[in-house]
């Protein structure tokens, strides 16, 4: 005995000891046998869900619903990115979309206050009450009816001597926004179906330096060889050799057409006179016909233009 205990308590002891680890011997593989099954389960259902969500992931996305009414496509949602201010022509209109406030605004490209070859809104400041400002005469217009808010707020001389009437509302254009697009009722503007405002062929932002103030550039041809010489369309004719008629000269013509005006009036006061109304229609023929010849040859309407 060991510490006064008898060792017949100390046997179930180790009988105890022995089969609890032969317990745990033999638990091992079954629990390895139970992580498997779970691991195989797992894998089952996520191949399950896998050929379960597969078909819905093949299959075409439901196509958009047609925009209402006379609404068009003007872009791609991507393509007005915020901040930027892009301009569109659509039925003959300049359009000028941008964002203002988390809402996509439509307005024509150039304000009404403005001649046509003006710069337009492309840069123009944005007020917080929801207006847009002319940058020539510093007018606002609303940019949801487009009346006008403000009428030259820094000029009091041209606002006396130039009424609100002369200058008609701002046109703006109703806009949707959807996920395929942006669609603009160009027809159905503000100002109502059949306006629209004049338009040119030029203007300040046409040209590479933004500076362009004319709205059609003549047709230049190069005269010459050595291409030394450049004329503008309308400048000269050539005739059947080749050879280019010069202007006629201010000085010349200004004599020319007083003469043949003295020749007229001299004449026939001396057929009035002596009474020679025959002689009067006579010399009115032959005058007008004198004129009619001179005209068309200075004109170079008888030139053949073969």
Do not use: H
């Not at 191949?47 to 992931?57: H, L």
């Not at 605004?105 to 917080?128: D, H, K, V």
């Amino acid at each position: 005995a060991r510490g006064g205990v008898p060792a017949s308590r100390r046997a179930p002891r180790a009988v105890v000891v022995a089969i609890s680890s032969k317990s745990r011997g033999a638990s091992t593989p079954r629990r390895r046998q139970r992580g498997s099954s779970a691991l195989a389960r797992a894998s089952a259902d996520e191949t399950t869900t896998e050929t379960t969500e597969s078909p819905a992931a093949a299959a075409a996305p439901a196509p958009s619903a047609p925009p209402p009414g006379t609404f068009a496509k003007i872009c791609d949602f991507d393509d007005l990115p915020r901040g930027d201010r892009k301009q569109f022509n659509a039925l003959g209109k300049s359009l000028l979309m941008f964002y203002y406030k988390d809402t996509i605004c439509c307005i024509e490209s150039r304000s009404p206050a403005e001649g046509a070859f003006s710069e337009g809104f492309a840069n123009a400041r944005l007020t917080q009450d929801g207006c847009i400002i002319c940058p020539s005469t510093q007018s606002t217009f609303d940019l949801k009816t487009g009346e006008i808010r403000a009428w030259y707020p820094d000029n009091p001389v041209l606002r006396k001597l130039t009424p609100i009437e002369t200058c008609r509302p701002m046109e703006v254009f109703p806009v949707l926004a959807r996920q395929d697009g942006i669609y603009v009722d160009v027809k159905n503007g503000s100002l109502g179906p059949d306006f629209r405002a004049a338009t040119t062929m030029g203007g300040s932002n046409t040209s590479l330096e933004n500076n362009n103030v004319y709205a059609v550039e003549p047709m230049m041809y190069v005269e010459g060889e050595d291409g030394d010489r450049v004329s503008a369309a309308g400048d000269f004719r050539a005739d059947a050799k080749g050879a280019s008629k010069e202007k006629m000269d201010p000085g010349t013509l200004a004599i020319t057409i007083a003469g043949v005006a003295a020749l007229a009036l001299g004449g026939s006061a001396t057929c009035v006179f002596y009474e020679q109304y025959v002689a009067l229609g006579v010399f009115w023929l032959i005058g007008f016909g004198v004129a009619a010849k001179v005209g068309l040859e200075a004109t170079g309407a008888l030139d053949d233009d073969a």
